[in-house]
């Protein structure tokens, strides 16, 4: 429980109250004149003894109060306290109601601040460099898929105030060796710092950060002032003070949310480029009425190999989004050559592809894949060079 000089140093922050603040100085002064007469505990008193001290040497209610039964329940409104009502006692008044209402909305906070990982996303507590130099915790931590991504600030302690003060707090959403349009957003919610002293979270009670919801595309920047904050990143704060901090304390990040939205840019899911040339150069292959989707072999029935082309074959427009999945799938046959080898009139060893840009026979019957598309003899070496064109875009 905060001491004194903790709790001076909260209200001087002008911050929120803690739930125990709220209680201390406005709950259990409006409520003890009326209440405390038949519930403080002492000998004699008529009511069960809710309002009893939790300390010999000073009256302190508020941890029996708080762990009393249906007293701090999720949904304050249904607290015993408000709804027990005029019995020997009177009912809270107005102010009172008000008083605990909001008590107990803190109480509420505070233990969803305090809901542990894994339930609540979070980073290794680790202890950051007070020295004026950047502290960089990666969300990868976190989430495979949010690698380059990272929480940047640059702490200062100070020992007296027992506080950690985080100064020009920011997410920064990098990918290494990501190319010019590569896209991968990411969502931050109510990001909560966590002080640890003594192997005990103590989350930024204030919920500083609690407003925060927003998407950050890849490399996305503050503009420079005097329009924005400038700076790598998007800023959360400019100043973050966490009480309770003593030197070589350890500092966490826990979020209600942080996670990759839209389009994810990992080896396989295709460029939005690479989709571009897949919807377009490669579709004019692929997509033709006696080539993939032939009955029988990759269409919506047969589905031979998990392919199905028709949606290739089908699309029209210039917005290929409804490809991305297949071009996906189609990009793992590229990369490992099988879409190349399958279709080589000049089958490699042991292929056994049905299909080929060129003359083929199947069953004893000749075809010829170029001619039965409308393409000229020595089609291959365009289809080639076509999964070259679109593997320089999307490798
Ligand atoms: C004159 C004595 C008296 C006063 C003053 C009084 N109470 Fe009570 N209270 C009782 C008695 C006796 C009971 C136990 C019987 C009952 O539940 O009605 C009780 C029970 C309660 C309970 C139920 C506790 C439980 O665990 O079941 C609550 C809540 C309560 N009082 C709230 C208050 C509040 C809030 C005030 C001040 C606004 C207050 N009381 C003032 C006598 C009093």
């Not at 190349?340 to 840009?357: A, D, I, K, Y």
Request: aromatic share 8%; proline share 10%; charged share 20%.
């Amino acid at each position: 429980m905060p001491d004194m000089e903790e709790e001076q140093l909260l209200l001087g922050d002008g911050g929120e109250l803690s739930a125990y603040q709220i209680f201390t100085r406005l709950v259990l002064p409006l409520i003890q004149p009326t209440c405390r007469g038949c519930h403080g505990g002492r000998p004699g008193d008529l009511g069960p003894p809710f309002m009893a001290s939790a300390h010999p040497d000073r009256y302190d209610p508020y941890p029996t109060m708080r762990n009393w039964r249906n007293f701090t329940p999720d949904i304050p409104e249904q607290s015993l306290l408000l709804t027990r009502g005029p019995h020997e006692g009177p009912a809270l008044d107005l102010d009172q109601t008000a008083a605990v209402l909001r008590w107990l909305r803190q109480e509420k906070v505070e233990r969803d601040l305090l809901i542990p990982p894994p339930t609540r996303p979070q980073t290794r507590p680790m202890v950051p460099r007070a020295d004026g130099s950047l502290n960089i915790i990666q969300l990868s931590q976190i989430d495979r898929k949010l690698e380059g991504a990272f929480i940047q600030f640059t702490a200062q302690v100070s020992a007296a105030m027992r506080v950690i003060n985080l100064r020009d707090l920011r997410i920064v959403n990098r990918l290494p060796g990501a190319l010019p349009d590569d896209q991968r957003t990411i969502r931050i919610a109510r990001p909560i710092a966590i002080v640890w002293n003594d192997g005990r979270a103590r989350p930024d009670v204030g919920d500083s950060l609690g407003h925060i919801d927003r998407n950050i595309k890849l490399n996305e920047d503050d503009r420079p002032p005097p329009q924005g904050a400038g700076g790598p990143g998007i800023l959360l704060t400019p100043l973050l003070t966490l009480p309770n901090y003593n030197a070589g304390d350890a500092l966490s990040f826990a979020f209600n949310i942080v996670t990759v939205v839209g389009q994810v840019a990992a080896p396989d899911t295709c460029r939005p480029m690479g989709l571009q040339v897949f919807g377009t150069q490669v579709k004019e292959f692929l997509g033709k009425m006696n080539a993939c989707s032939r009955a029988g072999c990759h269409d919506a029935t047969a589905r031979v190999g998990g392919l199905n082309f028709v949606p290739l074959r089908d699309h029209t427009g210039t917005n290929y989004d409804s490809l991305a999945e297949l071009c996906e799938q189609v990009k793992y046959y590229r990369k490992n050559r099988v879409l190349e080898g399958n279709m080589n009139p000049m089958p490699p060893p042991g292929n056994t592809h049905r299909f080929r840009w060129g003359p083929y026979v199947y069953q004893g019957v000749s075809y010829n894949g170029c001619r039965d598309n409308g393409f000229p003899d020595g089609c291959f070496s365009t289809y080639v060079s076509r999964l070259e064109a679109w593997a320089a875009v999307d490798p």
